[in-house]
């Protein structure tokens, strides 16, 4: 199985933080570009004939501030071109401030069966802040056009000014609204954008301070049913993202439109991240990707160690063996060694124990730095 990602650039207005592709002064070109996405699967219809998809992603951007007819077109093309399984899982990310009940209902017949909604926080000043669109009131508006369907809600912490009260007003808001999935992450401030001011003159909350928000919001979440099975997605049992899973199975995916990164058979390759060359490329029949490379085995055994450990259950050392036909204790006798205490081992599964998922990045940093040689 593999999954199918598409990206749709276009939004009303560009968040403080994002460092994402997309276009807030470009939704003329809307049309004309999925247009091309719809070429690009096309021409991948072919040579993908062999593979079956289970899950289809629409992200951004803003996928719901598009015309909702453009969806329905994807989904139309997707199935025309690909072989997909019946119940496959179809997200669509959206943005509480560009959704009605005319969209919702184009989606629904599109056959999109999963919602990811944007919240970041139920606290408006905090909203106006980051440059969001929305407040907490469209947020509630847009869970109610979705009431009976299976949505996610992203919850942002490490905002300025943000405080422990606000990420439990926000857990508990998305909680009463319905949200059968939370993704509760850290704010990642990247140089270029706005918020990086912010970050400058010392205005957001430290490291420390986002590590005790996020314990804070652990315990509420699993208080309210939700179980983390990554270190920043949390679920009602039996409505984790089938899509996110298959990235840290180390699955294989498809990538669709501007700046989309693929990996299948064994090869990584990501389009342009430029609007006119990506279109420009696809009308002249070629494929837009502007990287590609085979990838080792080194690097294949560290993506499958990294990926695996992000999760609660971590990784099954039979199917590491299985894969790359040597022991995980071969491979990496030195990291293991060096984390033994950060770890813990259920039956075939090597986890990271519970309390230091969080900081699994300062763990998995000496996987990278094994001489695998």
Not at 50 to 64: E, L, N, Q
Not at 286 to 291: G, L, N, Q
Not at 306 to 314: D, I, K, P, S
Request: aromatic share 14%; glycine share 8%; net charge negative.
């Amino acid at each position: 199985m593999a999954g199918i990602y598409v990206h749709v650039p276009f939004c009303r207005h560009k968040c403080s933080y994002c460092d994402f592709t997309s276009f807030p002064d470009k939704i003329d070109y809307a049309e004309a570009y999925m247009a091309c996405v719809y070429k690009e699967m096309k021409m991948r219809g072919e040579e993908l004939k062999d593979y079956t998809f289970d899950t289809v992603y629409f992200g951004g951007g803003t996928p719901s501030y598009v015309p909702p007819k453009l969806i329905l077109g994807a989904m139309n093309q997707i199935k025309k071109c690909f072989r997909l399984i019946k119940d496959a899982e179809i997200t669509l990310e959206l943005n509480p401030g560009t959704i009605g009940e005319a969209k919702v209902k184009t989606y629904l017949q599109a056959g999109v069966n999963r919602f990811s909604i944007g919240l970041q926080t139920a606290i408006d000043e905090q909203l106006a802040d980051l440059g969001r669109i929305h407040n907490a009131r469209d947020y509630v508006y847009a869970t109610s056009l979705l009431k009976g369907q299976n949505f996610s809600t992203d919850v942002m912490l490490g905002l300025k000014g943000q405080t422990k009260e606000d990420v439990e007003k926000t857990i508990e808001l998305a909680s009463a609204c319905g949200s059968k999935h939370i993704s509760m992450y850290a704010l990642t401030v990247e140089d270029g954008t706005p918020i990086y001011t912010d970050y400058l003159n010392g205005e957001l909350p430290d490291s420390d301070e986002v590590a005790d928000m996020y314990e804070f919001g652990r315990k509420l979440l699993e208080e309210k049913g939700y179980h983390r099975y990554e270190v920043s997605n949390f679920a009602q049992e039996g409505f984790e993202s089938k899509h996110n899973y298959n990235y840290w199975q180390r699955g294989e995916y498809i990538g669709f439109g501007v700046s989309a990164s693929s990996f299948m058979r064994g090869k990584r390759f990501t389009n342009t991240f430029d609007l006119d060359e990506y279109m420009k490329c696809v009308i002249s029949g070629f494929y837009p990707a502007v990287t590609s490379e085979e990838v080792n085995e080194a690097d294949a055994k560290f993506e499958y160690v990294m990926l695996a450990l992000r999760t609660v259950r971590g990784l099954s050392m039979t199917a590491y063996k299985e894969t790359f036909g040597r022991a995980i204790g071969d491979d990496f006798p030195n990291a293991l060694k060096k984390t033994v205490k950060y770890l813990a081992l259920d039956g075939d599964w090597l986890k990271i124990k519970d309390e230091y998922l969080y900081v699994q990045n300062s763990i998995l940093v000496e996987f990278m730095e094994e001489d695998r040689a």
